[in-house]
């Protein structure tokens, strides 16, 4: 029905638009014949010339619409012009409608209704406006409109048809309804009968096939529960802990499978002296003791262990939960006692804590709740030359044991964030003041109901002491190796020859051979640098590890990089990212950058760009330099950071190596990734917490 309302509106509108249009049509002429003879004057003192004019067509034209009125009107004429039907003289110049002006904005066409209208004596219109243009301007439009009333009336008339098939349609559907629901409640009452009676039948044919699909629906769904109802059976029958149901009296309403099995032989042990029945009675008085009264009484859930020896003599500890299952008043009417046999957990806790005692390492446990001392094992005590009896109970703060308070600060912290520590070298003080070297582990452990640390130390001293000389040993090895090869014997020569050339190149005897003293001081010094990076691969190099940041290492770095860059033809890309803070040998450091980045540079052609990152990935901290060269061979990727391995013409092959070697000392590992796009070298250093 709206839709059709909605249509007849639109023909009307049409109908609206072409009227108006028409008027426009016959009216111009006349108005451009009247603008031009005035050229182009209009004022509202000639509105009588063009009521003149255009009165007796406006009223041809609606003579033939009876039932609209046609007009024309003009704001630079103060309104109304030419009307009809009903034109009086008192309506001339009235008012253009706010309807109206939306023609002059827009330049268009434009639908308007109207409460109190000026054609029709005040009665609601609705009506559209048309544009009058004259030389590209608009100095008037013309209308049409129709009475709200009137059109209603003929919309109305034209729907009654299609009211009277609508509502025939709708009784039809009433009666049919009525019919199907005394059908569908019918057809209802025999479902439920079936349903009550459970008696449906395997194959379902009714009038209406969505109750078959019901009827079938609750036939599957009885034999679902039925299932489920034997799955259920099958699992409490098939569940390892012993389930019973007892009521008020003490009766067993229900015992699972694994109930005979836990308590099978000493219910044959009872039945000796009593019947089954009173056996049954017995064990259960026996294991959950008062706890049933308690449960009975206060409605609460109890846990308990307990305990007894068998027939056989063999101790059974047994873990027993009791939960109250109450009616809808929140009477307690059964308990439901589910029984474990923990019996191999005691007996393994049993050896935990003999292998606890007699652990030559020293053990403790640490409560995690207050850090208190729950248990030491005897070597702690006598280790520390503390009696177990002041330890216990005491908090790790009071047991001052660790030499360093940052040290025992580094451990707490790690365990706090991390709850874990593998061998962790420490230093602890005993009672009579030795300083001793141990490695500490330590895990979180749950015992019975509470959360502790297990800590263990292991005395390295011994063996510390013993490496330490070794390595002391190692070293001097070295040092005499490199002194034998190198040393002053190589170094003193070159800086004499040095000397001498230096001398030679200020007498003016020499000058015609300056070029070549140049060239014999560089070699010099090529020979000199190419010592000093031999000896930065020893692996003795002491270094000065101090707390800094990477990325101000690559900032103070930029300048001279930037030069290096520039001097080659490339640039640098710095690209810093958020780090922590880290412990390494800044001059090493520094060499490693300054390394990586020249033969960046040198690896790419002129117009290239090296790229320096910082960031971090998972507990790493990455430094990686790439550069858009075209990449690493394979055969050389393979012996990369070998001495004297190089694809420059005048390289030693030392600057990988001593890069392989300071990133081995900061216990760093470099990674290589290359392609003919370019290559880019990662060092990845861990974060230790200091």
Known sequence: MTCSLYLLLEQEKQKLIAISAKTEHLLKPIIVKIMDNDQGDLRPEQIMKWHNALQPVVEKIQAQYPDYAVGISSPLLNGVIALAPGFTADKMGKGITPNARQTYETGNFCFMTITNSLTWDGENIIGVTYPVFYKGEIIAHTYANIKHNQYLLGALWKLLPSFFTIFLLWSCIFALGWFAYNKFREAIKALIQQVISGKIPDQVKGIFPELDMISNAVRDLRQTLKNRETEYKTLLDNCPYAIARIDKKMRRIYINQAYHTLWGTSIKHFSKQYNEQAAYAEMINQPLGEELEKIFSTGDEYEYDSHYVDEQGVSRYYRNRVTPEKDEAGQVQTALVITRDVT???????????????????????????????????????????CREEIIGRTVDEIKFLQDEEEQEKVKNQLATQSKLTNCEIKYRTKYGETRIALLSADTITLGAAECFLSVMTDITDKKQLENELARFERLNIIGEMAAGIGHEVRNPMTTVRGYLQLFKRKEVFAPYSGQLDTMIE????????????????????????????????????????????????????????IPDAFFDEKEIRQLILNLVRNGLEAMTEGGTVSIQTYRQN????????????????EILDRLGSPFVTTKDNGTGLGLPVCYRIAERHGATIEVQTSPKGTTMSVVFAIIQQ
Request: glycine share 4%; aromatic share 6%.
């Open 523 to 578: 070699e010099l010094d090529r020979a000199n640098s190419i010592i000093t990076e031999f000896l930065s691969l020893a692996k003795n190099k002491a270094v000065e590890m101090k707390r800094d940041n990477l990325n101000n290492v690559i900032h103070r770095l930029y300048p001279l990089l930037q030069a290096d860059a520039f001097r080659l033809g490339h640039s640098i890309e710095i690209v810093t990212g958020d």
């Open 344 to 386: 191999e957990k005691i007996q393994s806790e049993e050896r935990f804590f003999k292998a606890f005692h007699m652990n030559p390492s020293m053990v403790a446990i640490v409560s995690l709740h207050d850090k208190t001392y729950i248990d030491v094992n005897e070597s702690f005590a006598q280790i520390l030359g503390i």
């Open 619 to 634: 507990d790493s901290i990455i430094l990686a330099v790439q550069d858009s060269g075209s990449g690493i061979a394979e």
